[in-house]
């Protein structure tokens, strides 16, 4: 069994960041790929940033330039480097990974930029 747990979150003002952690605990072996999702006030969950076991990224567009995913393969954890944060930032963070065909979801952690 695999389990994911965000931490991180919170109030920000905009053009501030923060810094988002997922990690990842239970047995498992290589995990390729890991994922952030956001889900903001009644819409549907969007997939924001993807790291892959090569280091290789994506982000969406609408975050691109401004977050920053990465890993530590070692601690089997996630980042999600948040700068320059905007009021249509606030969500709930999800991280995310695909493993032998299921995937794996965190509780999720709230962020939300307001002055």
């Known amino acids: 069994q695999v389990q994911l747990a965000e931490s991180g979150g919170g109030l920000v003002q905009p053009g501030g960041s923060l810094r988002l952690s997922c990690d990842v605990s239970?047995?498992?072996?290589?995990?390729?790929?890991m994922r952030w999702f956001r889900q903001a006030p009644g819409k549907g969950r969007e997939q924001v940033a993807q790291i892959y076991a090569g280091e290789n990224t994506w982000y969406a567009l609408s975050v691109e330039g401004r977050f920053t995913i990465s890993r530590d393969n070692a601690k089997s954890t996630s980042y999600l480097q948040m700068n320059s944060l905007k009021p249509e930032d606030t969500a709930v963070y999800f991280c995310n990974i695909p493993y032998q065909g299921q995937e794996y979801w965190g509780q999720g952690t709230q962020v939300t930029v307001s002055s």
């Open positions: 239970g047995t498992f072996s290589t995990i390729k790929t």
